[in-house]
């Protein structure tokens, strides 16, 4: 039961799908939560594959791919966007250490923000309209999946970089054990889909976030939950351009 609570607080926590019910939840039940992380990265991409199974029957794949990333938007509440637009204001501004932090919890949006944005839906736009048709359901099944691999393993292997906010439970009570029972789901469900090409993708993608969040914790002396919204981001987009590549 312990288990099927925090599954429903990242799913509501992480998405805009509509929970009808409330738990009683603590910080430690948000933060070893996250295991599920990859859990619902399925979620958000099996509505996303049933949408193109629908679409395709009626638009091109340019505007198929316009209208899935805007479903993604959608059920996401763009909470991911946020952070990376966030993370980069306060990384790229060339400030201290506090100043990051600073500009990086302002709700204004700057322009390295909206590059960095800008910059990631056109790329998911393209790498979705560039591959394959018949291969395109298995990528759009994992790529929110990749994201969260991100998120998760971001958590678990940072110090929490403020005193407070909204992703201190997350990171303080994320760890190795959280990242290791997410990693098997995760590379399970890559093997699955993908057969042995999948424990590529996953592990290819589990490094790639793994050396995003460093990057960005060296920066500020840790990760927040804006930085867990960045790696998942551009994590996502990261394996897009590996199903690009390795078809």
């Known amino acids: 039961m312990k288990y099927l609570k925090r599954l429903i607080l990242m799913i509501g926590f992480l998405t805009r799908i509509p929970i009808p019910f409330e738990f009683d939840a603590t910080e430690e039940d948000y933060g070893k939560g996250l295991v599920f992380a990859p859990l619902v990265g399925l979620v958000i991409g099996g509505i996303i594959t049933v949408l193109f199974y629908i679409l395709k029957r009626f638009f091109p794949s340019g505007v198929t791919s316009v209208l899935l990333i805007a479903a993604y938007?959608?059920?996401?509440g763009g909470i991911h966007l946020d952070g990376l637009g966030d993370t980069f204001d306060g990384i790229f501004s060339n400030k201290s250490r506090e100043k990051m932090l600073e500009i990086m919890r302002d709700s204004r949006i700057g322009t390295n923000a909206l590059l960095a944005v800008v910059c990631i839906i056109i790329l998911d736009y393209a790498l979705l309209s560039s591959i394959p048709?018949?291969?395109?359901?298995?990528?759009?099944?994992l790529f929110p999946a990749a994201g969260?691999?991100?998120?998760?393993?971001?958590?678990?292997?940072?110090?929490?970089?403020r005193e407070e906010g909204l992703g201190k439970s997350f990171i303080n009570c994320c760890g190795v054990k959280e990242i290791l029972q997410g990693?098997?789901?995760?590379?399970?469900?890559f093997l699955l889909v993908f057969s042995i090409k999948g424990l590529l993708f996953a592990a290819l993608t589990w490094v790639t976030a793994f050396i995003t969040v460093k990057f960005f914790s060296k920066k500020v002396g840790g990760a927040t939950g804006d930085i867990l919204g960045a790696?998942?981001?551009?994590?996502?987009?990261f394996f897009l351009i590996l199903a690009f590549l390795i078809k």
């Open 183 to 189: 990693s098997i789901i995760y590379f399970f469900v």
């Open 73 to 76: 938007i959608v059920l996401t």
């Open 148 to 161: 969260r691999i991100g998120s998760l393993i971001g958590a678990g292997v940072s110090v929490y970089a």
């Open 133 to 141: 048709l018949s291969y395109l359901p298995r990528v759009l099944l």
């Open 231 to 237: 790696v998942c981001e551009l994590n996502q987009a």
